[in-house]
Antibody, heavy 116, light 108 residues
Framework: EVQLLESGGGLVQPGGSLRLSCAASGFTFSSDAMSWVRQAPGKGLEWVSGISGSGGTTYYADSVKGRFTISRDNSRNTVYLQMNSLRVEDTALYYCAKDRKVYEYWGQGTLVTVSS | EIVMTQSPATLSVSPGERVTLSCRAS??????LAWYQQKPGQAPRLLIYDASTRATGIPASFSGSGSGTEFTLTISSLQSEDFAVYYC??????????FGGGTKVEIK
């Protein structure tokens, strides 16, 4: 059974940093791309970032490019999202999702609140 | 960036009714379109991909159609558990895989 468990969310001031983690199980982690998708409170879904199975290729939404960094540790079956220079508009529930473009498996999300 | 527009924003429906949700792309996305269902407090659930292929475990009451710029999700007979928000997502021009704003299906 595929399981994705996010952690690392919390309250941070504008300009601050957070690192999100997503621990995966139930599939061959290194074979699959992984993605982060976020949802602002009461709003729709927004793709944030993706990474290939090897970690060699990364992708970012324009809204986070230069501020967020996605990475993975295939020995720990974990994908990360390092978020720097956080803005109020980054406040959202951040979901980890399996695969690059179409997401059959999602975690339950970790909430990031950016506020002074 | 391709803009996905869903209509209507809210749909009030009685249980047992047939429901048709619309999704329009600002340019052709071929058949590279997915539909998701999201209930309050839950992660999205993949229903349909490649415009018309049901995901694993999705009942036949859900069907998708369309190609190019116009797509529909049909629920043949709405059950109580189907009241939710539905999102379409294109992945033809990727990144980014853009989502529509969602259609909320509520009880009439």
């Amino acid at each position: 059974e595929v399981q994705l468990l996010e952690s690392g969310g919390g309250l941070v001031q504008p300009g601050g940093s957070l690192r999100l983690s997503c621990a995966a199980s139930g599939f061959t982690f290194s074979s699959d791309a992984m993605s982060w998708v976020r949802q602002a409170p009461g709003k729709g879904l927004e793709w944030v970032s993706g990474i290939s199975g090897s970690g060699g290729t990364t992708y970012y939404a324009d809204s986070v490019k230069g501020r967020f960094t996605i990475s993975r540790d295939n020995s720990r079956n974990t994908v990360y999202l390092q978020m720097n220079s956080l803005r109020v508009e980054d406040t959202a529930l951040y979901y980890c999702a399996k695969d690059r473009k179409v997401y059959e498996y999602w975690g339950q999300g970790t909430l990031v609140t950016v506020s002074s | 960036e391709i803009v996905m527009t869903q209509s209507p924003a809210t749909l009030s429906v009685s249980p047992g009714e047939r429901v048709t949700l619309s999704c329009r792309a600002s340019q052709s996305v071929s058949s590279n379109l997915a539909w998701y269902q999201q209930k309050p407090g839950q992660a999205p659930r993949l229903l349909i991909y490649d415009a018309s292929t049901r995901a694993t475990g999705i009942p036949a009451s859900f069907s998708g159609s369309g190609s190019g710029t116009e797509f529909t999700l049909t629920i043949s007979s709405l059950q109580s558990e189907d009241f939710a928000v539905y999102y379409c997502q294109q992945y033809n021009i990727w990144p980014p895989g853009t989502f529509g704003g969602g259609t909320k299906v509520e009880i009439k």
